[in-house]
């Protein structure tokens, strides 16, 4: 079993970056694909990026492409998501997210078994 714990969120003004971690403990973390979600209030929760196991694969939602970057570092059990040209739409609480899931199946809600508490971003206008 795996155990997140996220951290790097804040508030920052439109327009600036942040970076988002998430340290896992627990499992083999290789073996798990990784993901970031946000859930803003009153909304449903949606998938942001998706990571494959090895890293070789990335998923990014419509709406976050060119400004946000996924990564992962298998040996420090590790995954980021930069952000950057932060907008208001993006103020939400995010999270991250484990799964035994197959490379194809990365970009998918479903599949992300573990998760961390959240972190809060928020980007004022």
């Known amino acids: 079993q795996v155990q997140l714990v996220e951290s790097g969120g804040g508030l920052v003004q439109a327009g600036g970056s942040l970076r988002l971690s998430c340290a896992a403990s627990?499992?083999?973390?290789?073996?798990?694909?990784m993901a970031w979600f946000r859930q803003a209030p009153g909304k449903e929760r949606e998938l942001v990026a998706a990571?494959?196991?090895?890293?070789?694969?990335?998923y990014y939602a419509d709406s976050v492409k060119g400004r946000f970057t996924i990564s992962r570092d298998n040996a420090k059990k590790a995954v980021y998501l930069a952000m950057n040209s932060l907008k208001p739409e993006d103020t939400a609480v995010h999270y991250c997210?484990?799964?035994?899931?197959?490379?194809?199946?990365?970009?998918?809600?479903?599949?992300?078994?573990?998760w961390g508490q959240g972190t809060q971003v928020t980007v004022s206008s």
């Open positions: 990571v494959s196991r090895s890293g070789d694969t990335k």
């Open positions: 627990g499992g083999t973390f290789s073996t798990y694909a």
């Open positions: 997210a484990a799964g035994r899931l197959a490379t194809t199946q990365i970009a998918t809600m479903r599949g992300y078994d573990y």
